[in-house]
């Protein structure tokens, strides 16, 4: 079992920036895929981004690339999400995820395990 506790979201102004961190905590021993995803309601959910625990590859979902930095503090078993450049448009609440690698390539596609509670995520133009 794996927790997960997200924080640093908040309000901005479009062109600003914010930080997302994602604890984790509980059976953090094995590798993992640890993920972000966004949701707006009446709307699906959409991968942000993604990162393999043991390895440190990353991917982006096409939406957020250039913008947004995925990052890890293994020491700390945590996630960062470094937004930059932020627009109306990805305002959201942010979910992080996570699940076991089995070996494979991290995607957006796989289907997680462990959620988070979430954390907003509002920009304003």
């Known amino acids: 079992q794996v927790q997960l506790l997200e924080s640093g979201g908040g309000s901005v102004q479009a062109g600003g920036s914010l930080r997302l961190s994602c604890a984790a905590s509980g059976s953090t021993d094995s590798r993992y895929c640890m993920a972000w995803f966004r949701q707006v309601p009446e709307k699906e959910r959409e991968g942000v981004a993604v990162i393999n625990t043991g390895a440190g590859a990353m991917s982006y979902g096409d939406s957020v690339k250039g913008r947004f930095t995925i990052s890890q503090d293994t020491s700390k078993n945590t996630v960062y999400l470094q937004m930059n450049g932020l627009k109306p448009e990805d305002t959201a609440m942010y979910y992080c995820?996570?699940?076991?690698?089995?070996?494979?390539?991290?995607?957006?596609?796989?289907?997680?395990?462990?959620w988070g509670q979430g954390t907003q995520v509002t920009v304003s133009s």
């Open positions: 995820a996570a699940v076991s690698t089995y070996g494979l390539a991290c995607s957006l596609s796989f289907n997680y395990a462990y």
